[in-house]
């Protein structure tokens, strides 16, 4: 877990950051990459409930396989609105409009997907719900990066 989000989460975050021309990297940044590693790190174990059954006879050590559907439905709630949260924050500093659409989307994001998240059960068969929900996320994020520059463009 520690090492996708740090290597998933947050260094993708510094890594772009520091692309676009960013710098010195601040405590704004610092909580915006702690969002990023939450939101990535909150669907993270999601994608290995679906295959708990052959994690098992590999004798392969998953957080799923540790806490089960329950602890991986917990952390995704926990994780995912800490993350909208801390991003709405750090972006409301910068940009009130952006952080304010930002904690709306994702507050309705983590609707969306716990409705389906919170239904599974860890059996095969939901892989292909388990990679929509990631696609949705990922797909969410994008949208709102595409939205953001249409907005500081506007302005």
Avoid at 50 to 60: I, M, N
Avoid at 61 to 67: D, M
Avoid at 120 to 130: D, P, R, T
């Amino acid at each position: 877990m520690a090492a996708i989000g740090i290597s998933t989460g947050m260094n993708s975050f510094f890594l772009g950051f520091l692309a676009a021309g960013g710098s010195p990297i601040s405590f704004a940044e610092d909580l915006i990459a702690i969002g990023v590693m939450c939101v990535i790190l909150s669907l993270y174990p999601v994608s290995q409930l679906y295959q708990t059954e052959e994690d098992l006879k590999r004798e392969d050590h998953t957080f799923a396989i540790r806490y089960g559907a329950k602890g991986v439905k917990i952390l995704f709630v926990s994780l995912f609105f800490t993350g909208v949260v801390l991003l709405s924050y750090s972006l409301y500093q910068v940009q009130p409009k952006l952080g304010f659409i930002f904690g709306g989307v994702g507050l309705l994001g983590l609707l969306v997907i716990s409705f389906v998240v919170l239904r599974l059960e860890g059996k095969q068969e939901e892989y292909y719900k388990v990679m929509r929900v990631k696609f949705f996320a990922s797909f969410s994020f994008v949208l709102f990066i595409l939205l953001a520059l249409l907005v500081q463009s506007i302005n």
